[in-house]
């Protein structure tokens, strides 16, 4: 009885507690030195030609364009929904919107989050002996079980919703421009009704609210800190870890921080580019002075860039079609046109991934959950179907063949489906599937 107290108390203050040296990073006999390590990290907003190695006009992303020279990049890889919640509920459990019950972006009144009924990649990897660490954009709920503490990881640093729902001290660039959080008894100005002024943005680490404003222009530095003290403290201890980070970019607002001042002259969007830049950068080498031959870093987007943004948003490279041109629209960001879900992604493990390959595998963010399972020697829960599939063969260049099909799900009318199938002449094309709205 005594023991089991013990452990009940120790899970209880990991909870509450919630500082990296309550996490349980103890070595076990049956993980250490057998399972690969995984680094998930997802840009926001993040267009396919901001990513220097697909878009020549594009200069600000030298440490990914030396990871996809020093690993695979796929250029026909997409993001399972248009919007941040669907697809990041998506990546987590492998699932369509429709199947995980997430086809709308969270709220800050929202008091639900991803269905308690879905089983997260960390879970799995949880329960196969990893540590599991979360950083950064949550966007699944913010509300008791639907906290990242209670969906799988053991460490959790960062914002429960996109960084412009909420008000700060830094608002940064952003349209329309939102004014700083009101001080002391001070009204706030008429606003804009994309602007927030009633909550201000919250900075967690586990359930502690450790920052409120969060200071947006520091905010990529802690991010990097916390990164590297959790790949520091997993490595050390010798049992497999997974650490996801949801970055703040590049959805606006895109903070004003020391690089923009430093790159005077170049407009926010290039800044903030080259900020996101350096901090992936940082995280990868990291990996390769602790963990390099025994850690695989997928980079991908959860969709494409927020076109209403104008010179705040990100470029889709070559994919405005003839709709675009004669009629006018956006083509990214809450659509199912193809710059709105094709998504930069790259993938590194020295020894492992070939170096400097372009794959041009049909494949999509769904695949992370079923790839990372099966490279960790884990099982996919049975009782439930899983819309992606093992690109292992894809990525250790034993195979180039991906999907024969992609579902996408639409933004905001949930019961329609498109699907994205690639013919034999390699040339992608778009069509409805009969599902009534």
Known sequence: MGWLFLKVLFLGVTFLGCLYPLVDFCPSGETRGQKPNFVIILADDMGWGDLGANWAETKDTANLDKMAAEGMRFVDFHAAASTCSPSRASLLTGRLG???????????????????????????????????????????????????????????????????????????????????????????????????????????????????????????HKYAEKAIQFIQHASASGRPFLLYMGLAHMHVPISRTQLSAVLRGRRPYGAGLREMDSLVGQIKDKVDRTAKENTFLWFTGDNGPWAQK?????????????????????????????????????????????????????????????????????????????????????????????????????????????????????????FIVGLPD
């Not at 709308?104 to 329960?127: I, K, M, R, W, Y």
């Not at 639907?146 to 729902?165: A, K, L, Q, V």
């Not at 927030?196 to 502690?208: G, M």
């Not at 992609?406 to 933004?411: E, F, G, M, S």
Request: hydrophobic content about 35%; some cysteine.
């Open 98 to 220: 429709l199947r995980n019950g997430v086809t709308h972006n969270f709220a800050v009144t929202s008091v639900g989050g991803l269905p308690l009924n879905e089983t997260t990649l960390a879970e799995v990897l949880q329960q196969a002996g990893y540590v599991t660490g979360m950083i950064g954009k949550w966007h699944l709920g913010h509300h008791g079980p639907y906290h990242p503490n209670f969906r799988g990881f053991d460490y959790y640093f960062g914002i429960p919703y996109s960084h412009d729902m909420g008000c700060t001290d830094t608002p940064g660039y952003n349209h329309p421009p939102c004014p700083a959080c009101p001080r002391g008894d001070r009204p706030s100005r008429s606003l804009e009704r994309d602007c927030y002024t009633d909550v201000a943005l919250p900075l967690y680490e586990n359930l502690n609210i450790v920052e409120q404003p969060v200071n947006l222009s520091s905010l990529a």
């Open 310 to 430: 104008c010179e705040l948003a990100g470029s889709v490279g070559p994919f405005t079609g003839l709709w675009q041109t004669h009629q006018g629209g956006s083509p990214a960001k809450q659509t199912t046109w193809e710059g709105g879900h094709r998504v930069p992604a790259l993938a590194y493990w020295p020894g492992r991934v070939p170096v400097n390959v372009t794959s041009t595998a049909l494949l999509s963010v769904l695949d992370i959950f079923p790839t990372v399972v099966a490279l960790a020697g884990a099982s996919l829960p049975q009782d439930r179907h899983f819309d992606g599939l093992d690109a292992s063969e894809v990525l250790f260049g034993w195979s180039q063949t991906g999907h024969r099909l992609l579902n996408v799900l639409r933004h905001r009318r949930h019961l329609a489906h498109f699907c994205w199938m690639r013919w034999l002449s390699s040339v992608s094309d778009l």
